[in-house]
């Protein structure tokens, strides 16, 4: 993640680095700044599609891959240097709403942290530049999002092909997606 990325930042600078990752989960979250260089939805749609479509052909899994909603920022006490907040609103509605259907439509999940950041907004949590939100409200969407990612890596882990579960112990031991370590774990949560 790189503050200030628009969606042609990440296309321009990220895309090309993502099949040397080998990621067992990936999350989405793009647009904010799309919405502060006075992007429509429709705009945002065509790149987000683009995006999409490039982490598919470097190997992402759909059914490993978490598309985020931009957070409404549209309360923030700086965000009136960006417009009038009503719209921005409107517009977070809007790419959040175009986030959902281009998720649902490669098969992706989808995770609208839209009313969570309202809420951090109406508790007043943000960083001292004002207009991003505070350590306190990320940790908040961390959490939010925890149980999320835990059913997209057993769901991902079930569908683990069985010649893998014969694989030498260090090559299991990566992110949650290792079958014998989820197991260790399911067991230790038992007792």
Known sequence: AVNGYTTDDLIREELSRVSAFGATLTSLLIGANDIVVGRDAETFRSRLRAILASLRTDGVETRRLIVVSAPDWSGAPQAARFGDPARVARVVDAFAAVAREEAERVGARFFDIVPLSRSN??????????????????????????????RGCRRASRRTPRPEREAPRSARRGGCLAPGRRRRRCRRSRR
């Not at 949590?125 to 149980?147: E, I, Q, Y």
């Open 121 to 150: 907004t109406e508790r007043g949590m943000f960083a001292n530049d004002r207009l991003h939100f505070s350590a306190d409200a990320s940790n908040g969407l961390m959490r939010s999002t925890r149980r999320l990612r835990r």
